[in-house]
């Protein structure tokens, strides 16, 4: 996959203003997002587009040209955004490259979250990972940085005991670190599923122009059921995964 901001060398009006613009066809995927202005005098409309690149393209450059991006965005954007007079009448082309990144979509946990440093009987220091040097997933609904943000959170007031532990309490405070962890890892496996369920129907969908047409009226149409819409957002916002 690779990210960018980036803006164009004119206006259209099939440049989204307040919404999300998706596009896929068997294996290939495109994505337009307008991003608000960080100066309200600026003339300059900001966009992040999204890509995915074919295993059979190899890897994306580490050093990601704008010439790369147009390259993608004429082969898997839409027809209106290309860069090809020959496919649009009005050609549009990527003005300038703001910022770009790349990375590889997969799924991984750590085996464990806790690792205590210093042999048996020793009293080594404690390493606890967190965020995405614990678990890491693919970008669906965005659930990566809140899930990090928990573990951090959650991590506090048992490490806080735990530093103010007496020798007294050490055994006991030392368990709310295992208890800890453990159930930070349910939760992680718990959003690792649910990302996985979802990109396997993204795939599933993006299988054929049909499919993707029907997938996305059939969303569109759960949403509008508020028992379904609310129970969608508690789980993607992580609220029903603390």
């Known amino acids: 996959m690779v990210f960018a901001d980036v803006t164009f060398s004119a206006e259209?009006?099939?440049?989204?203003?307040?919404?999300v613009l998706g596009f896929a066809e068997g294996n290939k995927n495109f994505g337009v997002i307008p991003l608000p202005k960080d100066d309200p005098?600026?003339?300059?409309?900001?966009?992040?587009?999204?890509?995915?690149?074919?295993?059979?393209?190899?890897?994306?450059p580490s050093n990601i040209s704008t010439s790369y991006l147009q390259q993608?965005?004429?082969?898997?954007?839409?027809?209106?955004?290309?860069?090809?007079?020959s496919v649009n009448p009005q050609p549009i082309h990527i003005a300038k490259t703001i910022w770009a990144t790349r990375?590889?979509?997969?799924?991984?946990?750590?085996?464990?979250?806790?690792?205590?440093?210093?042999?048996?009987?020793?009293?080594g220091g404690v390493v606890i990972l967190v965020g995405d040097a614990a678990h890491i997933h693919a970008p669906a609904g965005g659930m990566g940085m809140?899930?990090?943000?928990?573990d951090a959170i959650f991590l506090g007031p048992v490490l806080a005991a735990h530093v103010?532990?007496?020798?007294e309490s050490l055994v006991e405070n030392d368990k709310r670190l295992d208890e800890y962890v453990g159930d930070r890892r349910e939760r992680a496996l718990s959003t690792i599923k649910l990302t996985k369920r979802i990109m396997g129907l993204a795939s599933i969908a993006?299988?054929?122009?049909?499919?993707?047409?029907?997938?996305?009226?059939i969303v569109r149409l759960l949403a509008k059921i508020p028992m379904i819409k609310n129970r969608l957002v508690w789980n993607v916002s992580g609220l029903g995964n603390r």
């Open 12 to 19: 259209s009006p099939h440049l989204p203003t307040n919404e």
């Open 41 to 60: 005098d600026s003339s300059e409309d900001i966009y992040r587009i999204g890509f995915n690149v074919p295993l059979s393209a190899g890897s994306p």
């Open 72 to 85: 993608y965005l004429d082969g898997q954007g839409p027809f209106a955004l290309s860069s090809d007079p």
């Open 103 to 123: 990375f590889r979509t997969h799924a991984a946990i750590a085996d464990r979250f806790l690792i205590r440093m210093g042999n048996e009987g020793d009293e």
């Open 146 to 150: 809140n899930l990090g943000i928990r």
């Open 164 to 167: 103010a532990s007496t020798p």
């Open 206 to 217: 993006g299988s054929s122009r049909h499919l993707y047409t029907l997938g996305f009226w």
